[in-house]
């Protein structure tokens, strides 16, 4: 299901494998980067911190770096829709 862009999806059947099987690996990578292209940063970063995923540090920070940056442009996207408004309606 990941692997066909049905990310909601991949995410159920993710936590259903770690709901039985939480050394999978595998399972913990693939519920974060699900909840990461599904825009759920915050769950994201929740399971991808999770002492029980055994996930390498590598990839650990590559998958914050990229939530960053995420953030950022979420941020200037906001300050950008803002500062808009008020020229529209000043």
């Not at 494998?17 to 693939?30: F, P, Q, S, V």
Request: net charge negative; with cysteine; glycine share 4%.
């Amino acid at each position: 299901m990941f692997h066909q862009d049905e990310f909601e999806q991949a995410s159920y059947i993710y936590l259903d494998i770690i709901e039985t099987r939480n050394d999978i690996t595998e399972a913990w990578r693939g519920i974060c980067a699900s909840f990461y292209f599904l825009a759920k940063y915050d769950e994201a970063v929740a399971v991808c911190v999770h002492p029980k995923t055994n996930l390498k540090s590598t990839f650990v920070d590559g998958f914050l770096k990229a939530f960053e940056e995420k953030m950022v442009v979420g941020e200037n996207q906001i300050k950008e829709f803002q500062t808009s408004m008020v020229t529209h309606f000043a």
